[in-house]
């Protein structure tokens, strides 16, 4: 009995911390099928003030704005390309946790398919160096065959 | 096995530490500008001083001037202020655009620190803010006389970064004449 104390105890601090009350605002729309696109792209929007924080996790007064201003365009049936293009004139592409590919972003996207590539290329050429020593083929002539046949024949006997 | 192919991986590196070298130099909270060349945002929206008159875009073009985005929580602001009084007093003609704020406290602010500004926007829902991408109070703006936006400057402009960002850029588009 005296071992719930601290536990409820506890759970009381928890139910308290920061992270209950992360962002618990109430977003209604017209349309419950806005949703998940509203929660698609707050977390794939950047505040712009917070650097490392999505829209969804941000409390600063920019995100809410921005948060409000998301669920006003989507009940204005804009697409989600058309919003995230919306901002993008205004914040400039940095609000975009997932760049688009252009001259800027190319070596960003490239960059895991070339290291692939290049780690692939290592492994080939590895083993291409690496196999025949392996499996080296040894000519072999009769006289030499029937060495290895006597040979073999001995070690049979020797048991 | 060539022997100069041992090196590739220390070039690879060495040009690694290179680019991370330079990101060092690099403010991240400055974003790039998107509206940098652009006219400025079409608004419709009350001035500061009297609810009942409209301010739009064509009340800022027609000649250069800094629109400068500020409120009384701004506590960088307060900082500002002198210095736009100096502007101010130079000629230079400033625009406020007075963002989510409260219409008694501001009007209180510039009775009590001046008032460097030919007119007041009153934006108390921060949307003009959005059409600009205001991030964060103070910013300033400096607007031909064609409307256009020909540099944004996020944070205190102060005599430093008057001097070096504002001043060459306002002369030539002011033909010198003030």
Redesign the interface.
């Known amino acids: 009995m005296t071992a719930l104390a601290p536990m409820t105890l506890c759970l009381l601090i928890l139910s308290f911390s920061p992270l209950t009350f992360a962002v618990a605002e109430i977003v209604e729309f017209s349309d419950e099928s806005l949703r998940p696109r509203y929660q698609q792209l707050v977390e794939e929007l950047r505040c712009?003030?917070c650097?490392n924080q999505n829209l969804a996790d941000s409390n600063s007064?920019?995100s809410q704005?921005?948060r409000r201003?998301i669920q006003r365009l989507l009940e204005q049936q804009m697409t989600d390309q058309q919003i995230k293009d919306y901002l993008?004139?205004?914040?400039?592409?940095?609000i975009l946790y997932r760049p688009e590919v252009n001259k800027n972003t190319w070596l960003l996207w490239g960059s895991p398919i070339a290291v692939v590539l290049m780690g692939l290329l290592i492994v080939v050429r590895h083993n291409r160096r690496v196999k025949p020593s392996l499996t080296r083929h040894v000519p072999v002539d009769s006289r030499d065959q029937q060495r290895l046949a006597a040979m073999l024949r001995d070690e049979e006997n020797q048991r | 096995m060539n022997r100069l192919a041992l090196f590739v991986p220390l070039v690879l590196f060495a040009g690694l530490s290179l680019v991370l070298l330079l990101g060092l130099d690099k403010d991240?909270?400055e974003?790039?500008?998107?509206?940098v060349g652009e006219p400025f945002p079409a608004f419709n929206l009350p001035a500061l001083s009297d609810e009942s008159r409209r301010l739009t875009e064509q009340d800022i073009k027609g000649d250069v001037m800094l629109i400068n985005v500020w409120a009384t929580w701004c506590f960088a602001c307060r900082i500002e202020h002198p210095m736009l009084n100096n502007l101010s007093a130079q000629g230079v003609k400033i625009v406020g655009l007075n963002y989510?704020d409260q219409r008694a406290s501001a009007q209180t602010w510039l009775a009590d620190r001046g008032d460097p500004y030919v007119v007041n926007i009153f934006d108390a829902q921060?949307s003009l803010?959005?059409?600009?991408?205001?991030?964060?109070a103070p910013e300033t703006y400096l607007v031909d006389a064609q409307g256009i936006i020909r540099h944004r400057r996020v944070g205190v402009v102060d005599e430093r970064v008057w001097n070096a960002e504002f001043s060459e850029l306002y002369e030539r588009l002011t033909g010198g004449k003030q």
Request: proline share 12%; hydrophobic share 30%; no cysteine.
């Open positions: 712009p003030k650097q007064p920019i704005d921005l201003e993008k004139t205004r914040y400039s592409e940095f | 991240p909270s974003l790039p500008s998107a509206l989510k921060g803010g959005i059409d600009l991408g205001v991030y964060g």
